[in-house]
């Protein structure tokens, strides 16, 4: 699913996984190193729950793709010098990677691939109605305009509620919005 990702043949990926299944490690600190070694001009937007875990996942990215083993497989693709945080970091290529928590602003930033991993923090979060909307508002007015044309959006999560975000986008594809391939 990711390499048609990376092909641009799929713009709308769902990863729904039961926690502890992996889905992080493969999706968030292992398929934007890949992703920008295939492309690395692209820009990736990584959304967590929370900003640091967003952060925990940028860091992963960025140390896979300052490593030894990474620079034989994308000999092409490097760290610029001049922004290595965490959170946000370019490569040599003006591609790069920007993590924020959900319900954060993104204005100025806009990216090839946006990843929304577990957009809840807490079991009751999900069940919260208020958290509910809340989810959905940003995704709707703040993340989705920050993906441009022809760019993807990846969500990764396990189902915790019917109005979770994975069931709001659902429940939008029945009416005619955005097609997911879910996985």
């Not at 640091?52 to 990474?70: H, K, M, N, Q, T």
């Not at 959905?136 to 760019?151: D, K, L």
Request: aromatic residues 8%; contains cysteine; glycine residues 12%.
């Amino acid at each position: 699913a990711f390499d048609a990702v990376a092909r641009g043949e799929v713009d709308r990926l769902l990863l729904l996984c039961p926690p502890q299944h992996g889905k992080s490690t493969v999706a968030s600190r292992r398929v934007p190193a890949y992703l920008l070694g295939l492309h690395p001009h692209w820009e990736v937007i990584c959304a967590s729950a929370t900003s640091p875990l967003a952060e925990e996942f940028g860091g992963a990215v960025r140390d896979c793709i300052a490593s030894a083993e990474y620079r034989n497989l994308f000999p092409g693709v490097r760290l610029s010098q001049d922004t290595t945080a965490k959170g946000r970091w370019t490569t040599t290529e003006h591609g790069g990677y920007h993590a924020v928590g959900v319900g954060s602003a993104l204005m100025g930033r806009g990216a090839e691939i946006g990843i929304i991993d577990d957009p809840f923090a807490t079991w009751e979060d999900a069940q919260s109605p208020g958290a509910q909307q809340r989810v959905w508002q940003w995704y709707q007015g703040t993340f989705y305009n920050r993906i441009r044309p022809g760019g993807a959006i990846v969500v990764i999560q396990h189902r915790m509620h019917v109005n979770d975000l994975v069931g709001r986008l659902l429940d939008e594809q029945a009416k005619g919005g955005d097609k997911w391939h879910v996985v």
